[in-house]
Nanobody, 122 residues
Framework: QVQLVESGGGLVQSGDSLRLSCIGS????????MAWFRQPPGKEREFVAA????????????SVKGRFTISRDNSRDSAESTAYLQMNSMKPEDTAVYYC???????????WGRGTLVTVSL
């Protein structure tokens, strides 16, 4: 099992920055990819960004490309892995509950955090 705990959400104004963190613990060695998804009010959950285990490859949705940056920090003993989402030049349409996801190739292992709310005001 892997436990994911997100933090860093809050209320910001348009144009501000915010950094989310997701600490993964447990059988984190079974995970190859960590990702961020979000669910805006009244809409379906959508992909935001993902990063593979060594940080060598990242991918972003078109809506956040150039504004958001995903990064990852693995502990030396592989007991924990933390994913960050640096969000810059935020817009009201970035308002959503942000979820952390950790999974392995083929989704043999697939875990979700409980989410953290981000609200961007005008």
């Amino acid at each position: 099992q892997v436990q994911l705990v997100e933090s860093g959400g809050g209320l910001v104004q348009s144009g501000d920055s915010l950094r989310l963190s997701c600490i993964g613990s447990g059988h984190i060695f079974s995970i190859t990819t960590m990702a961020w998804f979000r669910q805006p009010p009244g809409k379906e959950r959508e992909f935001v960004a993902a990063i593979i285990w060594n940080g060598a490859l990242t991918t972003y949705s078109d809506s956040v490309k150039g504004r958001f940056t995903i990064s990852r920090d693995n502990s030396r003993d592989s007991a924990e892995s933390t994913a960050y989402l640096q969000m810059n030049s935020m817009k009201p349409e970035d308002t959503a509950v942000y979820y952390c996801r950790a999974f392995s190739y083929g989704l043999e292992n697939d875990y979700w955090g409980r989410g953290t709310l981000v609200t961007v005001s005008l």
